[in-house]
Structures are given as structure tokens and as C-alpha cells.
């Protein structure tokens, strides 16, 4: 089980039923996979910082169901899976990263919009 992120390079949404058609849009063109955009690029270059994970075990103390976190950018969008458990405390802070970039950050789960940033719980 995991928790799954998109977040993508390109205008705001001006809802959360327009941010799901436009994730499915983005992955059908990002697949077969084409090369991300350099937003997305020092996106994933901060999220690595962020969890550089350990020597010998990339995975260790990071919240990534998979890796490496490049193959989960293509084009426009990056989408990828979150271990259940760390999603409470990691959702918040890829949205600040993902929103100090100017990215959009859609939460397929609820569904709705999290950037600009707010906490699951306020509306």
C-alpha cells in the first residue's frame, strides 16, 4: 500500500476535478517516457537533498516507495508513491518544495489541489 503524488509543471488548475484531467493528460504524453523538464529536474535534485537516504541503503530514513526518484519525472509531470506511513509528514513538506518551485502538487487521494500548500485538514 502506498500513497501516490503528482506534482507538475504548468499552470494552476482552477479546480481539483480540472487538476485530474490535466494529471491524466500529462501522464499520456509523458509516456513512453520523455525526458522532464529542468523545473522538475531541481525539483527531484531537492527532494533528494531533502531525503538523501543512507550509504548503502538509498531507502533508509526517505519516504519513497521507489526509487530512483529521476525515473518518476517524464515531461511535465512527476508522479510517484509515498510509503503509507511517511505520508503525513512528507506530503506537507513536497508541497512546500513543489509550490517554492511554482509546481502544482495534486493529491490523487482526496482528490484536491496542494498548492498552495494547505494541511489535509483545512479547507
Known sequence: MGYYINVWDGARPASS???AKIEQRLYRE??????PTETLRDFVAALKREWPGLPGDPMAGTPWKYLP???EAAGSL???VLTFGSAATAVPRIARIAEERGLVFFDPQLPKLRVPFK????R
Do not use: S
Open 119 to 122: 494541511a489535509a485538514w483545512e
Open 78 to 80: 512527476f508522479d510517484t
Open 30 to 35: 509523458a509516456h513512453p517516457r520523455v525526458e
Open 17 to 19: 476535478l480540472e487538476a
Open 69 to 71: 526518484l529521476e525515473g
